[in-house]
């Protein structure tokens, strides 16, 4: 008979905690499992001060706390924490490192993060009654997914090459343009027929 290979132990949320604090690394817990995240590109980080410069000063003139890449969402309902690169709360946040009430969510995808922030990350965001609209914005690409909660569905769109998506929360929009000003991402070609 094969040996089984030992499981992985799980962690309590004050030893992930403690793990962060030891290593200096970030690492997603998902009831009691720790995923170590990557480290980000340059175009990567360049994306995300983009989507900064253009949304930070119009949330806090909305009174909303706007948050990127080292401030972690709580997901209570599933236990568990992940670090969206973009975050946006309408609600009282009490907690210093968390939001438990985002109404914006933003994930830039790398070919390492890409099925699990469309595939997991999409359903445990959208656990939160809060959240409105969780974007995942290519680097690869000028185009961005959008997922926007409705009374009655989760509506799907997708902008490419150029566009302009309204985030609600904020009662405000965003553009490929500002996403990608001064970067060197390529525009989608068109198929052949």
Not at 157 to 182: H, K, R
């Amino acid at each position: 008979m094969a040996a089984r290979a030992p499981r992985p132990s799980r962690l309590s949320k004050e030893e992930w905690l403690e793990l962060e604090k030891q290593t200096d690394q970030r690492y997603e817990y998902l009831d009691g499992f720790v995923h170590a995240m990557a480290g980000e590109s340059r175009l990567h980080n360049d994306i995300v001060g983009n989507i900064t410069e253009a949304l930070r000063a119009r949330a806090r003139a909305k009174g909303c706390y706007f948050a990127f890449l080292s401030v972690r969402v709580a997901i209570a309902r599933l236990n568990r924490y992940y670090y969206p690169d973009v975050v946006v709360s309408s609600a009282e946040e009490p907690h210093s490192h968390e939001i438990h009430q985002p109404c914006f969510v933003l994930e830039v995808l790398s070919n390492s993060s890409a099925e699990r922030d469309r595939r997991e990350k999409l359903d445990a965001y959208f656990k939160i009654p809060t959240l409105q609209t969780y974007l995942l914005v290519s680097q690869d690409e000028r185009r961005v997914e959008v997922y926007q909660k409705t009374p009655w569905n989760l509506l799907w769109s997708e902008w490419v090459n150029q566009g302009t998506i309204e985030i609600p929360c904020l009662e405000e929009s965003l553009s490929l343009d500002q996403i990608y000003a001064g970067l060197e991402v390529p525009e989608v070609r068109p198929l052949d027929c």
